[in-house]
C-alpha cells in the first residue's frame, strides 16, 4: 500500500479541523494561539504534499517562507501574551475584554 496525495490531505484537513475546534472552544489565550500554530502547520502539510506529488519544488520554498513568518509571529505573539499577563493576571479570553487602561 502506497500513502498518496488523498492520505496527506486527509492528516491535513484533520490537523486544520482540529487547531479550529480549539481556536472555537477554548478559552486561554496560549492554547488559542497553539490552535492557530497548528492551523497553519495544516496548511503547510497540504502545500508541501502538493509540492511532492507535482515534482515542483514552490511550495517547499513557499513552506520555508511561512515558517520564517511564523517564528516572528511567534515572537511577538508570547510577547503580548505575556504583557496581557502581566497587567491582567489572566489569560482568560473571557476576563480580557479590553486592551486599555
Not at 472555537?24 to 506529488?53: D, G, H, P, Q, T
Request: a neutral charge; proline letters at 0%; aromatic letters at 10%.
Amino acid at each position: 500500500m502506497t500513502i498518496g496525495l488523498a492520505h496527506y490531505l486527509v492528516v491535513s484537513a484533520m490537523l486544520f479541523a482540529l487547531g479550529l475546534a480549539g481556536v472555537i472552544v477554548r478559552r486561554n489565550l496560549l492554547v488559542i494561539y497553539m490552535s492557530l500554530e497548528l492551523m497553519l502547520n495544516a496548511a503547510n502539510l497540504a502545500l508541501v504534499a502538493f509540492s511532492r506529488f507535482t515534482n515542483n519544488l514552490d511550495g517547499q520554498v513557499f513552506v520555508f517562507f511561512v515558517m520564517v513568518v511564523a517564528a516572528a509571529e511567534v515572537a511577538v505573539g508570547l510577547a503580548i501574551i505575556i504583557n496581557v499577563f502581566r497587567a491582567r493576571e489572566t489569560v482568560y479570553v473571557d476576563e480580557v475584554n479590553r486592551l486599555k487602561g
